[in-house]
């Protein structure tokens, strides 16, 4: 028994190490989603913080804030959104490939 504990330990140090190895590979993953048809495009990486917002100069008029500043948050949402989904992929793969064969999800 003490044996298959210190197995279980070495595993879980693993899946710790993974983990914060993928952790800290998200920050270089970046995901790029638009709004309004490509005129503001939000950049975002893998630990969901916001790197870029692009413009499109051509709408920008001061009349149209309001309608600016939807398309920004619109866009930030989707980048958020792909980002998490990037991030939630990365750590479940990481997990997965510390899971022993045959072992339900693997």
Do not use: C, Y
């Amino acid at each position: 028994m003490p044996e298959e504990f210190s197995k279980i330990l070495d595993r879980l140090q693993q899946l710790q190490e993974q983990m914060a190895h993928v952790q800290e590979d998200l920050g270089t993953k970046t995901v790029t989603m638009e709004s309004g048809g490509g005129v503001v495009k939000v950049t975002a990486n893998g630990k969901l913080e916001i790197v870029s917002i692009q413009i499109d100069k051509e709408i920008i008029d001061p009349k149209e804030a309001e309608m600016l500043e939807d398309l920004v948050v619109a866009g930030v949402n989707r980048a958020l959104e792909r980002a998490r989904e990037l991030a939630d992929s990365s750590m479940n793969d990481a997990a997965r490939s510390l899971l022993p064969p045959g072992f339900p999800g693997t």
